[in-house]
């Protein structure tokens, strides 16, 4: 049975379009995916992100342990400071891709994606032993609200009363209000500026109320929430990476530190980069306003050579463009092939998987 969030009847009462995802059921819109997709892009809109999950990770061997499990390296990480990776099998196929934040001396917050949750859990559990460590799954405890768009730094501070001026790209503190210590990060998946606000049902449920009584604040949906990390090349757990795509694969072996002693999953992706991998993530452009989606074939010279991870006509840039896993053979840039939609088959180019700008604050 699909659980709820903590607003679940806060989406009701707004007339959200409600559908299953990752276990919940989610928003998907409220007026209209294009309304929602611009008004991040150009002033500020809020979602529900509190299907997430929230594990901590304290104890003697914490950092030890996390960079154990992951492939980015956070040893004598800053305070503060979060770090995007991913967790992987031996094998170099992907667990999950999440984020680690540095809270204090041996503690760190991991945030993982909501289908993975127990998936993620039990890996991580499996993978401790040995490990002086307190493994805390603290994903119902925690509400989390995405706050994106630029004007999401005055919203926060002036409706919501959190300074966060301070907060640089992928930076987080902690406030303590009232009895309870809430986590505020300038981080987002939208390709904008914006924070992640972290607290109890209540607390996440109350910045809710004062978010949408403003009017300087969009809801939005999980609709526009894949648009917008699609556009700047986000890649989303399940399409872009999963047990048998690699992080090598799909075109993120920046997050992967190849120079640190060990990481589950390391040996594989060492030999991926030495011997090459069969397939590649790529960007495609159409020459056509034609929509490609998910699971439809890439085509070469009549022979299917890989599939569309995530396709759009792209709201910011008026494009159809998709990413797509190819035979690395015909992952050059410029590379001509076919996408098959339906009974057609349309032109398509290899293009950089980026399709917009991301705006972060630097």
């Not at 770090?83 to 204090?104: A, E, F, Q, R, S």
């Not at 924070?195 to 526009?224: M, V």
């Not at 006509?313 to 076919?338: G, I, R």
């Not at 098959?340 to 630097?362: E, L």
Request: proline fraction near 3%.
């Amino acid at each position: 049975m699909e659980k709820k969030t903590c607003l679940y009847e806060k989406h009701i009462a707004l007339g959200a379009l409600m559908q299953p995802f990752g276990g919940f059921i989610m928003p998907i819109q409220y007026s209209s995916i294009i309304d929602e997709h611009n008004a991040v892009r150009q002033h500020c809109g809020v979602f529900d992100v509190s299907h997430m999950g929230e594990v901590r990770v304290t104890g003697a061997d914490a950092e030890k342990y996390v960079n154990h499990i992951f492939t980015n390296d956070i040893k004598d990480a800053p305070l503060g400071k979060i770090y995007y990776g991913m967790m992987l099998y031996p094998n170099g196929g992907t667990v999950d891709d999440l984020l680690v934040y540095k809270m204090g001396k041996n503690d760190f917050f991991i945030v993982i994606n909501a289908a993975n949750i127990d998936k993620d859990v039990a890996w991580m559990m499996e993978n401790a032993e040995g490990y002086d460590v307190n493994i805390d799954h603290q994903s119902d405890y925690y509400g989390q609200l995405a706050v994106q768009g630029p004007e999401a730094e005055d919203v926060c501070e002036e409706v919501l009363g959190i300074e966060c001026r301070e907060l640089v790209f992928y930076t987080a503190k902690t406030i303590n209000i009232g009895d309870e210590t809430i986590i505020v990060s300038r981080t987002g998946y939208t390709g904008e500026d914006g924070f992640e606000i972290y607290g109890s049902h209540k607390y996440i449920a109350d910045c809710w109320d004062k978010l949408i009584a403003s009017g300087r604040c969009k809801p939005c949906g999980l609709g526009c929430r894949d648009t917008l990390r699609f556009e700047v090349g986000l890649p989303l757990y399940g399409d872009e990476l999963s047990a048998e795509i690699s992080p090598i694969m799909a075109g993120l072996g920046f997050f992967c530190k190849l120079d640190k002693e060990e990481f589950v999953g390391k040996d594989a992706l060492v030999k991926q980069k030495e011997e090459g991998v069969s397939k590649k993530l790529v960007g495609l452009e159409l020459r056509d306003r034609a929509i490609p989606r998910h699971g439809y074939a890439v085509i070469k010279d009549g022979k299917e050579i890989g599939e569309v991870t995530t396709g759009y006509h792209c709201l910011s840039v008026d494009k159809s463009v998709a990413m797509a896993l190819v035979d690395a053979e015909y992952s050059k840039l410029d590379t001509e092939v076919e996408i098959q939609i339906r009974k057609k088959t349309f032109p398509a180019v290899v293009v950089k998987k980026k399709f917009y700008d991301k705006h972060y604050k630097k």
